[in-house]
């Protein structure tokens, strides 16, 4: 009786679950080093099978997702739908996608003790109102590239832990505007990852989409429209609120900034050893690179925790991060469940009908005159941001549009515009929808309702940003 218990318990259950992601994470990285076909299937069955431990802890919208990607299984295998080499494939997706999420414990483990991770917080916190709104934004997109949507916690708590009332002058209104400006400060800076990080799940996402697609030429086109961003939510926010600043700073303590930039050029040096080494990775083995980023990841989280241990000395630093993160992942990776069946159901089920509706024939049907082939691509980011507001993942939707527009004979934009604009479109989804991770992640931080803190606080920016995505792909499509 008491070993039934015990092998049913949720301990039990999750320590399987994380030695069952462990291992798939060593199949899917030895596998795009050195691809086999044993390994290969080793990663379905052990993405499946995580999935299936996983199971009873699942919230209701990932069973769903799962079971529609469940139900496309049959007809495939039966021949009545798109072929059986687009289950392997989806099933290559899923599990790629699945390892790159889980492969971000390495780094968010490491920023986790990390006193510079700390100190870069309490500089971008620390600073005067209009500086900080700028330095937050700028602190999330770089803290993103390291902890994904760790970045919202980690300045979301800061945030609520420094905006006391007692700091805002014993005035409530001063308290909750400054909550109100950083929040959207740290939602829009992390919403810019995808359009602006290589090391982003967005790329991987994309490069896996469209295969061939120039990065450094679309990663300047991002990091373009990224400023653009920062620009407009500046603005904004300056717009917004600053009848409300005038009336109130007069009663409010003034604020000692924190000028120490080391911090910051720490990390940016981290994010920048991840970059380089993945370029090297890329260009060593010829794989892609969201690929090469895949097998970095974890070569500098466990580089950055065997510094942090080199105090205990140079010989046990490297047996003591192997052992914590030994210890840690028991916990981390089952704590990730619902991302990852998120991620991987959405690659799965993207790939699938992507597969049975041929590209060639959504191409046909786009292309049969009824809208001009200049629209196509705003088009697309449109209906990435507006099928995300039902709750309809980006990935999904980029899966199927990607490839649709790649097949297009006459399109009039270069493959890297169509990526610019799938890739506004689902940044925007990240702070412009109450039905993504990250809006509910924020606003469940300061006990708001998603809507209020999506359409409520943050409607003019994703209206404005969007319009100058619009503005931005229409004047590269005619210097083409």
């Known amino acids: 009786m008491s070993v039934t218990l015990r092998v049913h318990s949720p301990v039990f259950v999750s320590s399987r679950s994380a030695g069952t992601m462990a291992l798939l994470i060593v199949c899917v990285l030895t596998n795009v080093l050195w691809p086999q076909e044993a390994l290969r299937v080793a990663s379905w069955i052990l993405l499946l099978g995580y999935l299936a431990l996983e199971w009873p802890r699942l919230p209701l919208h990932s069973r769903i997702l799962l079971a529609l990607g469940g139900l496309l299984v049959a007809p495939v295998m039966a021949g009545w739908w798109a072929g059986q080499s687009a289950l392997a494939q989806g099933l290559d997706r899923g599990a790629f ?55 919202i916690t980690l300045l979301g708590t800061m945030v609520r832990r420094r905006n006391t009332l007692a700091q805002a002058g014993g005035i409530e209104a001063v308290r909750a505007l400054r909550e109100k400006r950083m929040m959207l400060a740290v939602l829009r ?28 030429k679309m990663l300047g086109l991002g990091a373009l429209t990224s400023l653009a961003f920062l620009g407009v939510g500046w603005l904004v926010d300056r717009l917004t609120v600053r ?66 241990h080199a105090r205990f000395g140079i010989a046990r630093a490297p047996r003591l991060t192997a052992r914590r993160l030994a210890r840690r992942s028991r916990r981390a990776l089952p704590a990730v469940r619902t991302e990852i069946a998120v991620l991987a159901g959405a ?5 699938v009908v992507a597969a049975a509706v041929p590209p060639e024939a959504l191409a046909h049907l786009l292309t049969t005159g009824w809208l001009p082939p200049l629209l196509l691509a705003p088009l697309a980011s449109l209906i990435i941001l507006a099928l995300s507001m039902f709750g309809i993942n980006p990935i999904v939707t980029l899966t199927i549009l990607a490839p649709t527009l790649r097949s297009l004979p006459d399109l009039p934009v270069a493959p890297e515009v169509v990526a610019l604009a799938l890739m506004g479109g689902w940044s925007l989804a990240i702070c412009g929808s109450p039905s993504t991770a990250s809006s509910m992640l924020a606003a469940d931080l300061i006990a708001k309702p998603s809507t209020t803190v999506a359409w409520r606080w943050n409607g003019s920016y994703t209206l404005l940003a969007f319009a100058v995505l619009m503005a931005e792909i229409f004047i590269l499509s005619t210097l083409r």
């Open 97 to 151: 996608f699945a390892t790159f999420f889980a492969s971000l414990f390495f780094l968010a483990e490491a920023a986790r003790t990390s006193s510079l991770i700390h100190r870069c917080g309490v500089f971008f916190v620390n600073q005067r109102p209009g500086r900080r709104y700028l330095l937050l934004t700028v602190g999330s997109y770089l803290i993103g590239m390291i902890l994904n949507m760790g970045v």
């Open 189 to 216: 800076g992390f919403a810019i990852t995808p359009l602006a990080s290589p090391l982003s799940l967005g790329y991987a996402v994309l490069l896996t989409a469209m295969p061939g697609l120039n990065w450094p």
């Open 243 to 308: 009848r409300q600043v005038a009336m109130l700073a007069p009663k409010v303590p003034p604020v000692v900034p924190e000028r120490d930039l080391r911090p910051l050029l720490g990390l940016v040096a981290i994010v920048l050893c991840v970059l380089f080494l993945a370029i090297f990775i890329e260009e060593a083995r010829g794989v892609r690179l969201s690929q090469a980023v895949l097998v970095s990841l974890p070569i500098i989280g466990g580089v950055w925790l065997t510094v942090q």
């Open 347 to 351: 690659a799965f089920i993207g790939t």
